[in-house]
């Protein structure tokens, strides 16, 4: 079975990935982040797993994932709340600082062990539209977004379209 240049020519290969969107990032907190009691956090992330469009700012806004290319992007979120059987949990993306379009909320009896929770959507941004992760929680107490490898906390947005 011969490689794939020796199968197509360069022209062939380019038209078969001709419409492939490339920008994204994923981005991730190195370090367990606290969420005090009934207050809705606004997560940060101080790493990024890759950043193909300048969407995330290591320095500035470090919990924004930011539009430079217009189109439509699939946006998630992941985030562990350290264990505590009381209360409930809840993870948003929220848009250009004022609406949500993504969410995801766990009732207090269905709080276990390490609660992992992904909030996604899919969303037509505009240039400098930016989407954030929030968390709430109502344990009664501080309560800790777990940093546990490739899964917590997380934010990624990928242009589909």
């Known amino acids: 079975m011969g490689n794939l240049l020796s199968i197509f020519n360069v022209g062939d290969l380019l038209s078969i990935f001709k419409g492939v969107y490339t920008e994204g990032a994923r981005v991730y907190n190195s370090a367990a982040i606290a969420t005090a009691d009934s207050v809705l956090t606004t997560l940060t992330f101080d790493t990024e797993r890759y950043d193909t469009d300048s969407i995330h700012d290591l320095a500035t806004n470090t919990g924004r994932l930011t539009c430079k290319t217009a189109g439509k992007y699939l946006i998630t979120t992941i985030a562990e709340f350290a264990f505590n059987a009381t209360g409930r949990r809840q993870v948003y993306i929220k848009l250009n600082g004022t609406t949500y379009i993504g969410a995801l909320i766990i009732d207090?009896?269905?709080?276990?062990?390490?609660?992992?929770?992904?909030?996604?959507?899919?969303?037509?941004?505009?240039?400098?539209?930016?989407?954030?992760?929030?968390?709430?929680?109502?344990?009664?107490?501080?309560?800790?977004?777990?940093?546990s490898g490739n899964t917590s906390p997380e934010f990624m947005m990928q242009r589909i379209g």
């Open 108 to 147: 207090p009896c269905q709080v276990v062990a390490g609660t992992t929770m992904t909030a996604t959507c899919i969303y037509d941004l505009a240039v400098n539209d930016y989407v954030e992760c929030q968390v709430y929680q109502t344990s009664g107490g501080a309560l800790n977004i777990n940093a």
